[in-house]
C-alpha cells in the first residue's frame, strides 16, 4: 500500500506570498494532521482533522489554516509569508476509531526569501 | 513547563550496549504515547506506541509507561550503528481537542 504523500517535495516563496501544500492519507485512513518542523526542534502540531472536521489546532497564527476533502485528502494553507515559516511542513495520517498510530509523509521544504 | 520533554542528548552508547531514551509530560490526561525514529533530512518513522502502564516490547525495543510519573521511556537492547538517529517522543493531548505534542528529540550515537 502506498504510504502518505506530499506535494510538491521543495517550495520556495517569496515573503507575503500565499502558499498551499497537499497530503494524500493511507488508504482507509480518516484522519490527517500537518506539522511544522524546524531545525533541532521536534514537530510542532498545527491541524488535525477528522472526517473532514478540525479536530485540534496548535498555536499557530490565523495565517494558518487547513481543510479535508471527502476522500480524505488535505490542503494546508499559509497568508502572507514570513521569513519564520521557513521550514519541513509534514503531514501524517491515522486510522482513527481508537487507533492513534500517526504515519508521516516525506514531507514539503518551503524556503522563504 | 514544556508540555513534553526529552533531554536533548546527544546520548552515545558502544555498540550492541542499551540505549535508555526518557521522556516527561505535563497532561495528566494523556492516554497515548509514541515513540518515533527520524534520521537526518527525513520524516518521522513509527517505532511504538503505548497506551497501557507498564512495559510493552516489539523486537529491540522496550517502551515504558508510568501515568502517575508522567514519564514514558523507550530501551534499545543490543544498539547497531543503524540506531544513529533523534528519537522523538510524541503524547497525545486531550485537553483543548485533540492534539499531538512533540518533544524536541534526543540524539542517539551509537559507535561501532
Known amino acids: 500500500d502506498a504510504g502518505v504523500t506530499q506535494s510538491p517535495t521543495h517550495l520556495i516563496k517569496t515573503r507575503g506570498q500565499h502558499v498551499t501544500l497537499r497530503c494524500s492519507p493511507i488508504s482507509g485512513h480518516k484522519s490527517v494532521s500537518w506539522y511544522q518542523q524546524v531545525l533541532g526542534q521536534g514537530p510542532q502540531f498545527i491541524f488535525q482533522?477528522?472526517?473532514?472536521?478540525?479536530?485540534g489546532r496548535g498555536n499557530f497564527p490565523d495565517r494558518f489554516s487547513a481543510r479535508q476533502f471527502p476522500n480524505y485528502s488535505s490542503e494546508l494553507n499559509v497568508n502572507a509569508l514570513l521569513l519564520g515559516d521557513s521550514a519541513l511542513y509534514l503531514c501524517?495520517?491515522?486510522?482513527?476509531?481508537?487507533?492513534?498510530?500517526?504515519?508521516f509523509g516525506p514531507g514539503t521544504r518551503l524556503t522563504v526569501t | 513547563q514544556k508540555e513534553v520533554e526529552q533531554n536533548s542528548g546527544p546520548l552515545s552508547v558502544p555498540e550492541g550496549a542499551i540505549a535508555s531514551l526518557n521522556c516527561t509530560y505535563s497532561d495528566r490526561g494523556s492516554q497515548s504515547f509514541f515513540w518515533y525514529r527520524q534520521y537526518s533530512g527525513k520524516s518521522p518513522e513509527l517505532i511504538m506506541s503505548i497506551y497501557s502502564n507498564g512495559d510493552k516490547e516489539d523486537g529491540r525495543f522496550t517502551a515504558q509507561l508510568n501515568k502517575a510519573s508522567q514519564y514514558v521511556s523507550l530501551l534499545i537492547r543490543d544498539s547497531q550503528p543503524s540506531d544513529s538517529a533523534t528519537y522523538l517522543c510524541a503524547v497525545n493531548m486531550p485537553t483543548g481537542g485533540f492534539k499531538t505534542i512533540f518533544g524536541a528529540g534526543t540524539r542517539l550515537f551509537v559507535k561501532a
Open positions: 501524517a495520517s491515522y486510522i482513527g476509531q481508537g487507533a492513534y498510530e500517526q504515519y
Open positions: 482533522y477528522y472526517e473532514k472536521e478540525e479536530r
